[in-house]
Nanobody, 123 residues
Framework: QVQLVESGGGSVQTGGSLRLSCAAS????????MAWFRQAPGKERERVARISSDGSTMYADSVRGRFTISLDNAKATLYLEMNSLKPEDTAMYYC?????????????????WGQGTQVTVSS
């Protein structure tokens, strides 16, 4: 059984930093895609960053240059380093994973989800 558990959310001021973690258990696929999504109230869930089993990464335009996604295979933990945070980054952040190396931006194609961690950025 695959389980994803996020942590690291919180409240920061504009320009601050946070690091989100997602501890994965039971997820042992050699070809995979893992991602961070976020959803603000009244908005659709959007993918902000993803990493695939070939090591490639991709970011949403709104976070490129500020956020960094990484995966520690030894610890089975996915990270999202967030710098220069803005009020528009305020959202619930979710860790997600899917079977296979193809990475999609549409959340419907992801098989496993964490419970989410709240990030609030105040001006």
């Amino acid at each position: 059984q695959v389980q994803l558990v996020e942590s690291g959310g919180g409240s920061v001021q504009t320009g601050g930093s946070l690091r989100l973690s997602c501890a994965a258990s039971g997820y042992t696929y050699t070809r995979y895609c893992m991602a961070w999504f976020r959803q603000a109230p009244g908005k659709e869930r959007e993918r902000v960053a993803r990493i695939s089993s070939d090591g490639s990464t991709m970011y949403a335009d709104s976070v490129r240059g500020r956020f960094t996604i990484s995966l520690d295979n030894a610890k089975a933990t996915l990270y999202l380093e967030m710098n220069s945070l803005k009020p528009e980054d305020t959202a619930m952040y979710y860790c997600a994973a899917r079977d296979g190396a193809l990475c999609f931006s549409n959340p419907r194609y992801f098989d496993y989800w964490g419970q989410g961690t709240q990030v609030t950025v105040s001006s």
